[in-house]
Each structure stands twice: as C-alpha cells, then as structure tokens.
C-alpha cells in the first residue's frame, strides 16, 4: 500500500522538524519535503506532488491564506492548517477553512515542541483524513470577498409561527462542518426554531466560529451558556472541549453545557447531544447530520428517529468526509439523505407542512 506523501510548509525550523518527525514515524505516511515559505513550498509541490500540505497560517513572504487560496484555485490539494491558539489565529483558521482547508491542528503559544508532540496522534490521524477528503477547487473570486447573506434579507415562504417554540434542530458535524453548517444555516429564516449544533472544535476557536455565523446568518447564533433558555431565531454552539445537551424546564428547554469525559473520543460530542434530543425532545426534534470523520453521533441519531424525530443525513457526493453520515445512514437513522445545498430548503418544508408536531400525510 502506498503511503501519503505530505509537504509541511511553516516558517519555523523547530516546527518543521517535529511534524516531519511526527509524519515519519507512521508506517502508512512520510514526509517528501518541508519548505520554509510558500514561494519554496510552490516549487517543492510541484516537485513532490504531494497528497496532503501541512500549512502554517502566518509567514514570510506570502501569507498562507493568500497561497491557500491560490492553491485551491489552481491545484486543489488537501491541507490541513497548523494554527495558533490565539483570536487572530481562530479566525484565520475559519477564512482558511472557507477557502478549502480539510482541517486544522491548533498549536500552543507557548512550550511548541512538547505540545507538538503530545498532538501527534491528532495530527497524523489529522492527515490521513485530508488524504481521503473530497477538494474542489475554489472559483476565482473577483473583487475580493463578499458577505454571502445579509442579517435582514428575507426568505421567501410562510411564517412558521408557532412551530418555532415546539420544535427543536439539532446538527452535528466534525471535519468539513464549518462550512457545512453555516450553509445550512444560512437557508434559515429569522422565526426558525432553536438550532443546537455540536462540531468537533477545540477551545479558543467556537467563540470565533460562533461570531462568524452570527455575522452571516438571520437568526442570532452565540457559543451556549450552561441553564440558559433555548429560544427561537437562535443558535447555540456547542463550546470547545465541552458537550452540550437540552433539558426541559417547566414549558421550556433549556442548554446544559457540561464538562466531562470524551465520548467516541469527542469533546464536544455529537452522541451527546443528540442523545438528549431523542430523551428530551422526541418528535419535536429534527436531526441533520452533516460531513465528519467517524461515528461520533450515529447511534443516538437512531434512538432521535425512534423516538418520532425527522433526520436528514447529507449525501456522500457534498461531504467532505462521508463518515459520520454513512454510518447514520447504515443504522437507519436516516429518513432523507440529500446535498448539502437542499438540506435547508428540506428542514423548512418538513416543518411548514407539520401541524401541532403531526406530519401531515398525503
């Protein structure tokens, strides 16, 4: 079996040295070349023709989002970005991830080299994801970026009234995710029932994640708080390294943000939180399962569907990683399976024809 072939670019010798190391010490990767900037790095890709690049967020020469960008517009390749732990660094890394990147490993600011190689499990584990990750290349962007959405554009349709207070839309997602999920969201009207979204991210960068889809979409999207009320015409996010659940209080829910052990080796984890929807929820819940690696969630999406929830996985063809998805799929959780580009437009038909939570039945 052939290994994957991975160039790291970052500017810093010592990082270069300890991801080549990391890489190498796997049997089923190697390391064909490190390159101190991206103006070495373009000639190395050429040279090497590698699998997956290791790109370091902020270096000389050439910023890595600006050769990111070119990369995905001229030789589509998986990248999984090293970024720093740090508020500019949280959202380079999501910019990043818009333009393309797999995925991305968060460094420490301080002790790099020991914090390296305790990540080095993540990292390579990390890599062979990228290299069996669907890239498409990045359309040319004239003029520089554009918002895609304005907070007061409105959406076509019939209000959903009170359908916003019975129900309840849960989404999970892992590698792929940010963009998936913020494309679902931004099908959503600003009367939607309350989303709760658990997406496999670290600490220091759900905050960033969190503002961006609050800048970009119509209902107000925020990092939850453990005992706040779940309302319409929001979002909560599950935060980095904690879970997220729903609890009911009297006529209300309510998010329960917890720390704890990882489940399926996630934290926050999907499992989790739809596990609380099938307990708590029931019929009034919505599942949507979105692009990630794993299993994280597929057993407790069943029990949501057993329960009398409606679930949508997203399609193989539109995942960056079909893993999660699949395997929801294989265990019946699912009742629709659609591109990532319909799923919106589905939830909100799915709810305008149901009345007093009962499906309407042709």
Same mark, same amino acid.
């Given at each position: 079996?052939a290994?994957?072939?991975?160039?790291?670019?970052?500017? +810093?010798? #010592?990082?270069?040295?300890?991801?080549?190391?990391i890489?190498?010490r796997?049997?089923d990767?190697e390391?064909?070349?490190?390159?101190a900037?991206p103006?070495?790095?373009?000639?190395?890709?050429?040279?090497?023709?590698?699998?997956?690049?290791?790109?370091?967020v902020?270096?000389?020469?050439? $910023? @890595?989002? $600006? =050769?990111?960008?070119?990369?995905?517009?001229?030789?589509?390749?998986?990248?999984?970005?090293v970024?720093?732990?740090?508020?500019? /660094?949280?959202?380079v890394?999501?910019?990043? #991830?818009?333009l @393309?990147?797999?995925?991305?490993?968060a460094?420490?600011? #301080?002790?790099?080299?020991?914090? #390296?190689?305790?990540l080095?499990?993540?990292?390579?584990?990390?890599?062979?994801t990228a290299?069996r990750?669907?890239?498409?290349?990045?359309? &040319?962007?004239?003029? /520089?970026?554009?918002?895609?959405?304005?907070?007061?554009? %409105?959406?076509?349709? !019939?209000? *959903?009234?009170?359908l916003?207070?019975?129900k309840?839309?849960?989404?999970?997602? %892992?590698t792929?995710?940010?963009?998936?999920t913020?494309t679902v969201?931004?099908?959503?009207?600003?009367?939607?029932?309350?989303v709760?979204?658990?997406q496999h991210?670290?600490p220091?960068f759900?905050?960033?994640?969190a503002?961006?889809?609050?800048s970009?979409?119509?209902?107000?999207?925020k990092?939850?708080?453990?005992g706040?009320?779940v309302?319409p015409?929001?979002?909560?996010?599950? &935060?980095? @390294?904690?879970?997220?659940s729903?609890?009911? +209080?009297g006529?209300?829910?309510?998010?329960?943000?917890?720390?704890?052990?990882?489940?399926?080796?996630h934290? &926050?984890?999907?499992?989790?939180? =739809?596990?609380?929807?099938?307990?708590v929820?029931?019929?009034?819940?919505?599942?949507?399962?979105?692009?990630?690696? @794993?299993a994280?969630g597929?057993?407790?999406?069943?029990?949501?569907? $057993?329960?009398?929830?409606?679930?949508?996985c997203?399609?193989?063809?539109?995942?960056?990683? =079909?893993?999660?998805?699949?395997e929801?799929?294989?265990?019946?959780?699912?009742?629709?399976?659609?591109?990532?580009?319909?799923?919106?437009?589905a939830? !909100?038909?799915? *709810?305008?024809?149901?009345?007093?939570?009962?499906?309407?039945?042709?």
């Open positions: 079996m290994k994957t072939r991975v160039v790291v670019v970052d500017d +810093s010798a #010592l990082v270069r040295g300890l991801l080549a190391e890489i190498n796997e049997t990767m390391c064909v070349g490190a390159a900037d103006l070495v790095a373009r000639e190395m890709i050429r040279a090497t023709d590698p699998d997956v690049i290791t790109l370091d902020e270096m000389p020469r050439m $910023d @890595g989002i $600006d =050769f990111l960008a070119r990369l995905m517009r001229l030789r589509p390749t998986p990248v999984v970005m970024s720093t732990l740090t508020e500019r /660094g949280a959202d890394t999501l910019r990043a #991830l818009e @393309g990147a797999v995925d991305f490993v460094k420490p600011k #301080l002790g790099v080299a020991d914090g #390296l190689r305790r080095g499990d993540d990292i390579t584990e990390k890599i062979r290299a990750a669907q890239v498409r290349r990045l359309p &040319p962007a004239p003029g /520089g970026s554009v918002e895609l959405v304005a907070r007061n554009a %409105s959406t076509p349709g !019939l209000p *959903l009234g009170r916003s207070t019975e309840l839309i849960f989404i999970g997602a %892992s792929g995710g940010t963009e998936a913020k969201l931004m099908d959503f009207p600003a009367d939607m029932p309350a709760l979204i658990t991210m670290p220091g759900t905050t960033s994640y503002k961006r889809l609050d970009l979409c119509q209902i107000r999207v990092e939850a708080s453990d706040e009320r309302l015409g929001h979002g909560y996010l599950a &935060p980095g @390294g904690l879970h997220l729903v609890e009911r +209080s006529a209300n829910y309510i998010a329960r943000v917890r720390d704890g052990a990882p489940v399926n080796r934290k &926050p984890s999907v499992e989790v939180l =739809f596990d609380s929807a099938a307990r929820v029931g019929p009034n819940a919505v599942g949507l399962m979105l692009t990630g690696m @794993g994280d597929a057993q407790a999406m069943r029990a949501m569907r $057993d329960a009398g929830s409606w679930n949508v997203q399609d193989e063809a539109s995942c960056v990683v =079909f893993g999660m998805p699949r929801a799929i294989a265990r019946g959780a699912a009742h629709e399976v659609l591109p990532l580009s319909r799923i919106g437009a939830v !909100l038909a799915h *709810l305008r024809n149901t009345v007093g939570g009962t499906l309407h039945r042709i």
